[in-house]
């Protein structure tokens, strides 16, 4: 599927009905390079990444998930995002850009995975010290997020009422006067469809 930019973004959600059905290598490749292209500062590249796609990677990961992300256990790969605050700027007013690179990252991997017609669900429920474990992450790296990514799926099982009723109709965003200001903070955006 060719999509433009618009389109992953518009498409882009975070589902969490996820076949079994291992990836490709040639798939788990893109993700990493979109990844691997993302804009930090200086240059920097904070993330630091963990593709668990085999069955014994992933049994010991899977069991730290919160109960409330029981979805993911279905899924073929997980991507463990770290970073440390040394590994990038840290600046005056407390601008630790760490956390913002890897977002930046993840971001444009979620796109990329939107694009190839995949789910790449970024998830923080999690026991992150039971994870990092599992990996082998160093204790001074913070394991950010976990990325859960797999083909759809058709098995709702998993899922809670209310995880049902997300899959299809995205959660609503705040209204866009409340979140983005015009010239000054605090002059709402004016927004017209
Ligand atoms: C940092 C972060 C943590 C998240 N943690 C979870 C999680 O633990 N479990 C889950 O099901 N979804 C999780 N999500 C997904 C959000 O709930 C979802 O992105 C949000 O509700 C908006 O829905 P949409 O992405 O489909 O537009 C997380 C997303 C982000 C960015």
Same mark, same amino acid.
């Given at each position: 599927m060719v999509m433009d930019v618009q389109d992953a973004v518009e498409t882009r959600r975070a589902r969490r #009905? =996820?076949?079994?059905r291992p990836l490709e290598k040639g798939e788990v490749q893109r993700l990493i390079h979109s990844m691997r292209l993302a804009p930090s500062c200086f240059n920097n590249q904070p993330w630091r990444a963990v593709v668990v796609d085999d069955p014994g990677s992933l049994e010991p990961l899977r &069991?730290? /998930?919160?109960?409330? !992300? &029981?979805?993911? @256990?279905? &899924?073929p790969c997980i991507i463990a995002v770290c970073s440390r605050a040394e590994d990038d700027c840290q600046l005056s007013d !407390?601008? #630790?850009y760490h956390q913002f690179g890897c977002g930046l990252a993840v971001g444009q991997m979620l796109l990329a995975a939107t694009e190839m017609g995949l789910i790449a669900h970024p998830i923080a429920g999690y026991d992150p010290l039971a994870a990092k474990d599992a990996l082998g #992450?160093? &204790?001074?790296? @913070? *394991? =950010?997020t976990l990325v859960i990514v797999g083909h759809p799926g058709d098995? /709702?099982? *998993? /899922?809670?009422e209310k995880q049902r009723a997300d899959e299809s109709v995205r959660p609503e965003r705040r209204p866009v006067g409340e979140v983005f200001s015009h010239g000054r903070w605090g002059v709402p955006w004016n927004h017209v469809e």
């Open positions: #009905v =996820i076949s079994d &069991a730290c /998930l919160s109960k409330g !992300n &029981a979805w993911a @256990t279905q &899924a !407390n601008r #630790v #992450v160093p &204790a001074d790296m @913070t *394991l =950010i098995d /709702l099982s *998993l /899922l809670s």
